[in-house]
Nanobody, 125 residues
Framework: QVQLSQSGGGLVQAGGSLRLSCAASRRSSSTFVMGWFRQAPGKEREAVAGISWNGGRTVYADSVKGRFAISKDNNLNTIYLQMSSLKPEDTAIYYC??????????????????WGQGSQVTVSS
């Protein structure tokens, strides 16, 4: 089992920035990926970004490329999502996720077995 604890989020004006954090209780030494997903009111959950622990390979949804950046801190078992140039359509509950059986991050939520509690991000126009 992997417990994920999220922090960050909040209310920001359009064009502003926010950072989300997600700490994992443990990780495997080789195969381990983490990602960020979001769900807006009335919409299905969608992928945002993913990162592999070994090699730091990243993948992004087209909607956030160039605006969001996913990163990790090996010592803290923590990933971050730096969100810049935020738009009202970025408003959603953001979830971090982890999988211990792969070493290439994906944007498919079905590939992730462990989930954080969610963080609200609201972007006002």
């Amino acid at each position: 089992q992997v417990q994920l604890s999220q922090s960050g989020g909040g209310l920001v004006q359009a064009g502003g920035s926010l950072r989300l954090s997600c700490a994992a209780s443990r990780r495997s030494s080789s195969t381990f990926v983490m990602g960020w997903f979001r769900q807006a009111p009335g919409k299905e959950r969608e992928a945002v970004a993913g990162i592999s622990w070994n090699g730091g390979r990243t993948v992004y949804a087209d909607s956030v490329k160039g605006r969001f950046a996913i990163s990790k801190d090996n010592n803290l078992n923590t990933i971050y999502l730096q969100m810049s140039s935020l738009k009202p359509e970025d408003t959603a509950i953001y979830y971090c996720a982890a999988d211990i059986d792969r070493d290439v991050p994906t944007l498919n939520e079905n590939d992730y077995d462990f989930w954080g509690q969610g963080s609200q991000v609201t972007v006002s126009s």
